[in-house]
Nanobody
Framework: QLQLVESGGGLVQPGGSLRLSCAAS????????IGWFRQAPGKEREGVSC????????KYADSVKGRFTISRDNAKNTVYLQMNSLKPEDTGVYYC??????????????WGQGTQVTVSS
């Protein structure tokens, strides 16, 4: 089963930055679309961003456009999410997942433990 491990979360003040990492275990990440999701307390998991497998096209939720940047380093088998100008509403547990394309709703990887992002003064 495809497994991804998230890291890089933490506590940051509003306006600060964090870079999350999503590392693949046991498979080559570059052949898959990788999406970042987040879940705030009491809310459903929502899609934040996605990078496609072959073309590396990117997509963003309206709430993060202009502030977050997704990228992939195939040599390191890792996808990153650079988060700038963080807001308290960005707080949540962030997960990454593999899909065949960014348009697909079928998640191929198992959900990991995620990485906690807390934006607070």
């Amino acid at each position: 089963q495809l497994q991804l491990v998230e890291s890089g979360g933490g506590l940051v003040q509003p306006g600060g930055s964090l870079r999350l990492s999503c590392a693949a275990s046991g498979f080559t990440l570059e052949y898959y679309a990788i999406g970042w999701f987040r879940q705030a307390p009491g809310k459903e998991r929502e899609g934040v961003s996605c990078v496609s497998g072959r073309s590396s096209n990117t997509k963003y939720a309206d709430s993060v456009k202009g502030r977050f940047t997704i990228s992939r380093d195939n040599a390191k088998n890792t996808v990153y999410l650079q988060m700038n100008s963080l807001k308290p509403e960005d707080t949540g547990v962030y997960y990454c997942a593999a899909r065949l394309s960014c348009a697909s709703t079928v998640v191929l990887s198992s959900w990991g433990q995620g990485t906690q992002v807390t934006v607070s003064s």
